[in-house]
């Protein structure tokens, strides 16, 4: 084997050890995402100022659920299309429901397309990236407030684009006792966030998943 071709394989083995450790470690993962933007999430925590004069203009936003092998639960949108307004505070809603028999630990994550809109797309944390757990039966309600930056009508990138693609993914973790005791309740933690939260209340959005 060549010098050049060592180098090759030693280049590749490194990325692959960086993927990995992406993949198994969440300080490393929540570190390349919000450095890259990946999974369509950033730092970014901004309040909402969204008054009638500060509207922008219409945009179509689609909500796609997926659920991975392994986890045995429907997930769904309410409204599988949403309009709204770029600028304007927005809340839809999603269903999640456990068809087995058994207490099933997940964890979300989402992404944005086009790419470049997801640095601009803020919502509240909901059911993003932490671990949550549903009863057998068990169905959860789960509401999202988000909005679409205004500066997006600054970039050129992203100036011109008037429909979005938003799509959660639910991964299975192993369900182990102690797992089990530290998730979440979905159902719970959800109901709590529908009496609370209103749509369009001064709060902080974020897309980082460490807030």
């Known amino acids: 084997m060549t010098g050049r071709n060592l180098s090759l394989v030693a280049s590749l083995a ?3 050890l960086v993927i990995v450790g992406v993949v198994f470690s969440p300080t490393i993962y929540h570190w390349f995402s919000n450095s890259t933007g990946y999974e369509g999430h950033m730092a970014l925590h901004r309040p909402i100022d969204a008054t009638p004069g500060d509207i922008g203009p219409a945009i179509s936003v689609r909500l796609d659920t997926n659920v991975m092998p392994g986890l045995d639960w429907e997930f769904m949108p ?3 299309v949403v309009e709204t307004h770029i600028g304007e505070p927005t809340t839809v809603y999603f269903r999640a429901v456990n068809r087995s028999k058994d207490v099933e630990v997940a964890r979300a994550i989402y992404n944005v397309t086009p790419d470049p809109a997801g640095y601009y797309f803020m ?5 993003c ?6 009863k057998p039966g068990e169905t959860a309600r789960m509401p999202v407030v988000f909005y679409l930056d205004k500066d997006m009508l600054k970039d050129q990138e992203t100036s011109g684009i008037r429909a979005i693609t938003v799509s959660y993914t639910f991964f299975p973790k192993e369900a182990t006792q102690a797992a089990v005791t530290a998730a979440r309740s979905l159902h719970d933690g959800s109901e709590v966030q529908l009496r609370d939260d209103a749509p369009g209340k ?5 897309a980082d998943p460490n807030k």
């Not at 919502?123 to 059911?127: A, D, M, P």
């Not at 001064?202 to 974020?206: H, R």
């Open 14 to 16: 490194c990325l692959l």
């Open 78 to 80: 309410e409204k599988s």
């Open 123 to 127: 919502k509240t944390q909901c059911f």
């Open 129 to 134: 990236f932490t671990e949550e757990k549903l």
């Open 202 to 206: 001064s709060a902080t959005f974020s």
